[in-house]
């Protein structure tokens, strides 16, 4: 996601959003913090737009179809949220190298909603990885609605966690039970490593007779060794018809010849498969 226009669609979301006081009053803001490369006029601003803006007061996007629209869409955007997005991503503009350690400050000192905002708008901020750091220690917390901000629907991720750190997030979503659909790229970040805890988490719930999320299993299609090869079988003749289709999917997606061929012993999965009856997205259909 490059957010091209994203300057002129934040600011004419915000035209039509908010009353002429309000609007004047933070363009004003801005043309005070910018002229004068005041950290001091950043704070307060961003602090007050909470009492200048209602926290419930819903973004009206309108029926645009551009790519920044339809993010805040999936977001479901408050006005007070882009307010001060829109705030930052000006000032950063403005000036990078003054700015940048000012915008670090408000995140260390965010309060929960504050951070909830930052991370779930992170990538459009210009040099957006300039704030991993604080990315990553969101999945650290405890606070369920702060790891979703960075974790759910959020492009930030895919684009710069490491390994490892994709790992962590994608393991801490499933044991959290959050909706796995919602991390984007899984395909693109799959890797080796978490094809193989997938595998060793897997037998210690079937260990426990208990349940796997059919969405779990979905990284490890590029990786099917014999071991997940196993497993493949083992989900193939599960009593469970959403494992079937889950070992399909994953035979399928594969380029694993002896993958080809587990799935060629089941042309029912295999055929449903190919003229996309069953795909992720259906899966629990």
């Known amino acids: 996601m490059k957010f091209t226009k994203l300057d002129q669609g934040l600011r004419s979301l915000l035209n039509s959003n908010l009353d002429p006081e309000t609007k004047s009053w933070l363009h004003s803001k801005l043309e005070l913090i910018v002229g004068s490369s005041s950290a001091k006029e ?3 601003t961003y602090s007050l737009l909470a009492s200048k803006i209602d926290a419930n007061k819903a973004l009206q996007l309108g029926s645009d179809t551009d790519e920044v629209t339809a993010y805040l869409r999936t977001q479901n955007a408050s006005t ?5 997005i829109y ?7 403005a000036d990078a190298a003054f700015f ?9 000192v965010a309060d ?8 779930k708008y992170l990538m459009l901020l210009p040099d957006a990885e300039n704030y991993k ?3 990553v220690e969101a999945l650290r917390t405890n606070i369920a609605t702060i790891f979703e901000a960075i974790s759910m629907q959020n492009p930030y991720p895919a684009k710069y966690f490491n390994d490892q750190q994709w790992n962590q997030m994608y393991l801490k979503a499933a044991f959290m039970q959050l909706d796995l659909s919602n991390i984007l790229s899984i395909d693109e970040r799959a890797n080796k490593d978490l094809a193989r805890i997938i595998s060793d988490y897997a037998h210690e719930r079937w260990a426990a007779s208990r349940e796997i999320e059919p969405l779990f299993w979905r990284p490890v299609a590029a990786f099917l060794d014999d071991n997940l090869l196993k497993d493949m079988q083992g989900l193939f003749t599960s009593d469970n018809p959403v494992e079937n289709k ?8 594969s380029e694993v010849p002896k993958a080809k061929e587990l799935l060629a012993h089941y042309p029912q999965l295999q055929s449903e498969v190919a003229n996309e009856k069953i795909t992720w997205n259906n899966i629990k259909a």
């Open 42 to 44: 950043l704070y307060m």
């Open 80 to 84: 007070l949220e882009i307010a001060r």
């Open 87 to 93: 705030l930052l991503i000006e000032v950063l503009k």
């Open 100 to 108: 940048t350690p000012k915008v670090a400050n408000l995140i260390q």
């Open 112 to 119: 929960t909603g504050e951070l909830e905002t930052f991370l």
């Open 133 to 135: 750091q604080t990315a």
């Open 246 to 253: 889950v070992a399909a999917l994953c035979c399928y997606n």
